[in-house]
């Protein structure tokens, strides 16, 4: 996953979160029973039957996506609300609105979606060595 500020590797046992804006790299070990989206998209979207409530009715935004807002079961969440902007048709997720605690909005915009007619390599899911120049790296494995 990327975009202009972060971009996330994972290859199953670490994982990287490239922040740009912040020139800072962190490594952890991969968690995959945790279910922050920005963390772990595929255990978010895994988790969404057991960790959300939503409303069963959906809308069309202006945008012509289904919307459809997450409220987490956990009170201890560092958010109050995620909102899914699902696509007519394909049913893509297309936006996600992450809502935090203190109001902070942050809005990721999925664009596009790549396929390809090879397997993926095992280092396509890796941060490539050498780390950009001039960003400090936080390893905490």
Request: glycine residues 6%.
């Amino acid at each position: 996953m990327e975009n202009n500020e972060l971009e996330l590797f994972c290859d199953g046992e670490n994982k990287w979160i490239v922040n740009h804006s912040g020139k800072e790299i962190s490594i952890f070990h991969h968690d995959p029973g945790h279910t922050d989206i920005v963390e772990n998209p595929m255990g978010f979207f895994v988790s969404l039957d057991k960790g959300y409530t939503f409303s069963e009715k959906s809308s069309l935004d202006n945008k012509g996506l289904y919307t459809i807002e997450l409220k987490p079961k956990n009170k201890h969440t560092a958010y109050k609300t995620i909102t899914l902007g699902i696509e007519p048709g394909s049913f893509n997720p297309r936006l996600v609105k992450y809502t935090s605690k203190d109001n902070t909005v942050y809005t990721i915009i999925i664009s596009k979606f790549t396929s390809s007619n090879q397997p993926l390599t095992p280092s396509s899911f890796r941060l490539p060595e050498p780390y950009p120049s001039g960003y400090f790296i936080n390893d905490l494995r």
